[in-house]
């Protein structure tokens, strides 16, 4: 009598959990980015790209998206857009230049000083750089960072505080 609810219960073990997933009608995973999400300076339109996303933890509050270039010399931040309303998922193509973020949105200063998104630009001749567009799904629907917060405090953040992350990575070559 007892075998059915054992069996259930294996059932229910073996049930995968629901991951959070990013997408982008911009971004193929692994394949270089397009001109238009390319910086202005090395040939681009500098536009951050389209992202949609989905299977957040029911206990999100918010999100935040970085893009992280870790084949810079000691890694260089492209974009760092924070408080991103839990009821949103997603941006539009351009939006991290601060038209078109949702309000309550924040974006912090990228490693260009820029409070916004700046593309791709690796020196030439340094090899393809991988581009690392990562939605973090958070438990505070502000996140307690001063404005001017280092780039390096606001990873520690992230990383000691997501719920869930998801990422894509393109890539960049000059």
Same mark, same amino acid.
């Given at each position: 009598? $007892?075998? !059915? ?10 049930? &995968?959990?629901?991951?959070m997933e990013l997408s982008s009608a911009n971004?193929? &995973?692994?394949?270089? %980015? ?17 992202? /949609? =996303? ?9 999100? /935040? ?9 000691? *890694?260089? =931040? ?6 991103? !309303? /839990? ?7 351009? /939006?991290?230049?601060? +038209? *078109?973020? &949702? ?6 200063? $990228? ?8 593309? &791709?630009?690796? !020196?030439?001749?340094? *090899?393809?750089?991988?581009? +690392? ?5 958070l438990p505070d629907a ?10 390096? #405090?606001? +990873? $520690? ?10 990422? %894509?990575?393109?890539?960049? +070559? #000059?």
């Amino acid at each position: 009598m $007892n075998k !059915p609810a054992i069996t259930l219960v294996s059932l229910l073990a073996a049930s &995968p959990a629901l991951a959070m997933e990013l997408s982008s009608a911009n971004v193929v &995973p692994g394949a270089p %980015l397009a001109t238009a999400q390319v910086k202005s300076g090395c040939g681009g339109e500098n536009r951050s790209p389209a992202l /949609a =996303w989905s299977g957040a933890p029911q206990a999100t509050q918010s999100f /935040a998206i970085t893009v992280f270039d870790p084949d810079a010399h000691g *890694g260089w =931040w492209h974009w760092i857009a924070l408080d991103i !309303p /839990a009821s949103v998922h997603g941006l539009a193509e351009g /939006a991290g230049s601060g +038209e *078109g973020m &949702p309000r309550g949105a924040v974006q912090l200063s $990228n490693d260009f000083n820029d409070p916004q998104y700046d593309g &791709p630009c690796p !020196p030439e001749g340094s *090899g393809a750089h991988h581009y +690392e567009i990562t939605l973090w799904a958070l438990p505070d629907a502000q996140a307690p960072l001063a404005a001017n917060a280092s780039t390096a #405090r606001v +990873e $520690n953040y992230l990383e000691s505080h997501a719920l869930a992350h998801a990422q %894509l990575v393109g890539t960049f +070559e #000059r």
